[in-house]
């Protein structure tokens, strides 16, 4: 998360700037605001180092936007500053570039020019220090790339971006290969788009490209769950966020699942359509045979239709397509089934994402199809029964949500698969039971927030099952709308600092 301070003595222009960087979503927060220069000197002495960005209008009561940018470029090198401000006589345009100002912003405010110079000022805080060993800058020695990597199954929708466990990161070593490589100028690791994405923009000295970044992320990519990359060069840091969605959708287009990739993206280069592997008429036998009631034999032959997709190393983009569209024929005959609120893409994809090979894969798929077939049949418990099955499930999520819970050990704790049950539990409650888990800690949160004052924000966050009080911050202000120190504010509370 990136934390902002604004210094500026209108206040409808200080609402705006806030509220624009409100909308512009988790990346951004405003720790701080000030209507004159002595104000926010004591505001950053209260932070203790905790800012990014400093926006400043130049013209402010007491000490200038100037001065004050001068005096944070001595005491606080770290902090990324920016001018505010009407002006644009020389003198001052002069000044602000000896101060190495990183940017500027004219009023009238627009919301696309403040989100990009907010863009351009995060990756210039990472990126504008040398290296370890001091030769290399970003934009004047290196070319830059942006990559993105995801674990597993690609997330193709957005209702499936948050329901695989955050420590997944933890069985690679992304931080120690780009901290200890000495073919990087620099490097910025970020969240991505989903808890099983990140993104990773880096600087490599002229020439080396793509021989050095094929092996910065080989030994990513030697976890114990298949791990895919695509790495787009950008042109310079306002080209980052376009570099990201081009290898983004690289991605979405061409991992193959169960396997790991590395993919270097062209940007002009169109994409040859993928052949068809799919015998005619193959879907449309797989289907008559579960709706006619045979599932032992369905599920022998899907199991050969999934080998059959393994061999051909078809693309996930295809194999949910196809499976999507396989669940929809059956689902279609079967009139005395309830119609799902989860469409039936949602349903595949989840089931490739909580799956880490083809083995898990045809358990959870053969597991949604038996699904179908026993609600046809009417032999699935009454829906007493499934009520009751769903409050066991509630009552034990409630009684351990601050503790590592993943739908894996859920599944096992109640004799499902993982993908049956988070259909299941979907169903029920409209979210996946990771979901579910995060909004009673988030609950439990704003209950301890504001009953609880002689808690810090640290001990609350360690309290519902966040170690990292910054990542709890993000969680919050995603949930509520508003960071911690907001909610508290807008209550009438005291803040307790982290």
């Known amino acids: 998360m990136i934390r902002i301070m604004l210094v500026e003595d209108e206040p409808p222009i200080l609402r705006e700037l806030s509220g624009i960087i409100l909308s512009l979503?988790?990346?951004?927060?405003?720790?701080?605001?000030?209507?004159?220069g002595d104000a926010a000197l004591d505001e950053l002495r209260e932070l203790k180092g905790g800012l990014d960005i400093l926006i400043t209008d130049l013209h402010i009561p007491g000490v200038d936007g100037l001065?004050?940018?001068?005096?944070?470029?001595?005491?606080?090198?770290?902090?990324?500053?920016?001018i505010l401000t009407g002006y644009s006589e020389f003198a001052y345009a002069k000044?602000?570039?000896?101060?190495?100002?990183?940017?500027?912003?004219?009023?009238?405010?627009?919301?696309d020019a403040l989100s990009a110079l907010l863009e351009r000022c995060s990756l210039k805080r990472w990126f504008g220090n040398a290296t370890p060993r001091g030769e290399f800058r970003l934009g004047e020695n290196g070319d830059l790339y942006a990559a993105?990597?995801?674990?597993?199954?690609?997330?193709?929708?957005?209702?499936?971006?948050?329901?695989?466990?955050?420590?997944?990161?933890?069985?690679?070593?992304?931080?120690?290969?780009?901290?200890?490589?000495?073919?990087l100028s620099a490097s910025l690791i970020e969240d991505g788009f989903a808890s099983s994405v990140k993104n990773v923009v880096f600087s490599l000295q002229p020439g080396k490209f793509p021989v050095d970044a094929s092996s910065l992320f080989a030994t990513v990519q030697k976890g114990p769950i298949p791990l895919n990359i695509a790495?787009?060069?950008?042109?310079?840091?306002?080209?980052?966020?376009?570099?990201?969605?081009?290898?983004?959708?690289h991605l979405h287009q061409n991992i193959v699942f169960g396997k790991s990739g590395l993919f270097f993206c062209d940007r002009e280069s169109v994409t040859p359509p993928k052949r068809n592997w799919l015998a005619a008429g193959e879907l449309e036998a797989l289907s008559s045979l579960l709706i006619k009631g045979k599932l032992a034999v369905?599920?022998?032959?899907?199991?050969?239709?999934?080998?059959?997709?393994?061999?051909?190393?078809?693309?996930?983009?295809?194999?949910?397509?196809?499976?999507?569209?396989?669940?929809?024929a059956c689902a279609a005959d079967y009139a005395s089934v309830p119609v799902s609120e989860i469409s039936s893409g949602e349903i595949i994809n989840e089931a490739f994402m909580l799956s880490d090979n083809y083995d898990n894969l045809s358990e959870n798929i053969l597991s949604l199809f038996s699904d179908l077939h026993y609600q046809a049949a009417a032999v699935l418990p009454a829906s007493g029964g499934r009520d009751a099955i769903l409050a066991q499930m509630d009552a034990y999520i409630q009684s351990?949500?601050?503790?590592?819970?993943?739908?894996?050990?859920?599944?096992?704790?109640?004799?499902?698969?993982?993908?049956?049950?988070?259909?299941?539990?979907?169903?029920?409650?409209?979210?996946?039971?990771?979901?579910?888990?995060?909004?009673?800690?988030?609950?439990?949160?704003?209950?301890?927030?504001?009953?609880?004052?002689?808690?810090?924000?640290?001990?609350v966050a360690a309290s519902v099952g966040y170690e990292d009080p910054l990542y709890f911050?993000?969680?919050?202000?995603?949930?509520?709308?508003?960071?911690?120190?907001?909610?508290?504010?807008?209550?009438g509370g005291k803040y307790a600092r982290i």
């Open 400 to 459: 351990r949500y601050w503790q590592q819970l993943s739908t894996a050990q859920l599944a096992k704790e109640f004799g499902f698969t993982p993908a049956y049950l988070s259909k299941f539990f979907r169903e029920y409650r409209h979210m996946s039971p990771l979901e579910y888990i995060v909004q009673l800690r988030i609950e439990k949160a704003q209950r301890l927030l504001l009953n609880d004052l002689v808690l810090s924000v640290r001990e």
């Open 298 to 328: 369905f599920q022998s032959e899907c199991k050969r239709f999934l080998h059959n997709m393994r061999q051909c190393d078809i693309t996930q983009r295809q194999a949910v397509l196809a499976l999507s569209q396989l669940y929809d």
């Open 95 to 111: 000044k602000a570039i000896d101060l190495q100002v990183a940017d500027y912003l004219l009023k009238p405010v627009q919301k």
């Open 148 to 183: 993105v990597l995801c674990i597993g199954a690609y997330p193709y929708y957005s209702s499936l971006e948050n329901i695989l466990p955050l420590d997944l990161w933890d069985y690679f070593t992304l931080n120690d290969a780009l901290s200890n490589n000495d073919v």
């Open 231 to 249: 790495i787009c060069k950008a042109s310079g840091i306002d080209d980052v966020r376009q570099a990201i969605q081009a290898s983004c959708k």
């Open 67 to 82: 001065t004050l940018i001068e005096t944070v470029r001595r005491e606080y090198p770290e902090v990324t500053c920016a």
């Open 473 to 491: 911050s993000k969680v919050f202000k995603k949930v509520v709308g508003v960071s911690p120190k907001q909610y508290v504010e807008a209550k």
């Open 25 to 36: 979503g988790d990346e951004f927060e405003v720790v701080a605001t000030a209507a004159n």
